[in-house]
């Protein structure tokens, strides 16, 4: 089966660039580049990569492009543009240029759920869809409403849910987590990512068990043809080991045909980042 993660991050660590790697994180306090990353993917059999934005910066987003021109396992890079600027069609278009640049995201779990809204953000997103750039959707469960209003003005855009929108693992609540996920699966250019579940559980004491009903939710509402597996590595490692997350994900869809595991796996992925 081939596989490609759609959810890495590369850095060399530095505590500024990377505040938000706390006291709880330390093993996150190290550089993790492409070539930490390719021995493991050898090991469990993974084709190829999308690398994501982990701290919002233009200079970022040109060196994980440099990292994929390097390393052709890197498939695709999401980078960080600020949509807010009123120059952003220059921006775009500068950009367009590279290649393996399929789109964007921005950290809008820090933000208010209105910021999504605003008319200078709206007009960003305006901008993705004629350079056919994709939107990967960094949330938590409170922005779910804003969400289902942004992807419902742009129905030609591809959206993506990182990290199934982090919903309550530890506490297992569902709530309205699971309305807004069945809301926003209503729109077919809204796909969702099977990443980041480990870090919402108990990091210590997590069992696949805990993960069973959300899984459940996400694949019911979006069916095998919009998730996409993705291991959000090394931030994954607070919680699991690669090889752990992985066959978690992969036992549970363990009794799907071929063709659909394939689609979960890779397909998915190289069709929405059209890599």
Same mark, same amino acid.
């Given at each position: 089966? &081939? ?130 750039? &994709? ?69 210590? &004491? ?70």
């Amino acid at each position: 089966m &081939t596989i490609i993660d759609s959810h890495v991050h590369f850095w060399k660590y530095d505590p500024v660039t990377y505040n938000w790697i706390d006291d709880s994180m330390q093993i996150l306090r190290q550089d993790f580049l492409p070539e930490h990353i390719e021995s493991v993917y050898k090991q469990n059999s993974v084709n190829g990569c999308v690398a994501v934005e982990a701290h919002q910066s233009a200079n970022e987003t040109l060196r994980l492009l440099r990292y994929a021109t390097q390393n052709t396992f890197i498939k695709g890079v999401v980078g960080y543009v600020n949509l807010l600027e009123q120059n952003i069609d220059e921006q775009l278009q500068q950009l367009s240029s590279h290649k393996k640049l399929k789109g964007f995201r921005m950290a809008l779990q820090s933000e208010a759920p209105g910021y999504m809204l605003q008319p200078a953000f709206l007009n960003g997103i305006s901008k993705l869809q004629p350079f056919n750039f &994709t939107y990967d959707l960094l949330i938590l469960p409170h922005h779910l409403d804003a969400t289902l209003q942004l992807v419902s003005m742009f129905p030609q855009q591809r959206f993506v849910i990182d990290h199934l929108a982090k919903p309550f693992i530890k506490d297992q609540k569902l709530g309205g987590w699971k309305q807004g996920i069945e809301a926003l699966s209503k729109h077919s250019n809204v796909y969702c990512k099977i990443s980041g579940m480990v870090t919402e559980a108990d990091w210590s &004491t997590w069992t696949a068990s805990d993960l069973k009903s959300y899984l459940a939710i996400v694949t019911g509402s979006f069916g095998n043809e919009r998730i996409m597996y993705g291991s959000d590595w090394p931030v994954c490692l607070v919680a699991a080991s690669y090889e752990r997350w992985l066959k978690t994900v992969s036992d549970y869809f363990n009794d799907l045909n071929e063709l659909d595991r394939e689609k979960i796996f890779s397909k998915n992925a190289a069709e929405f980042y059209q890599l």
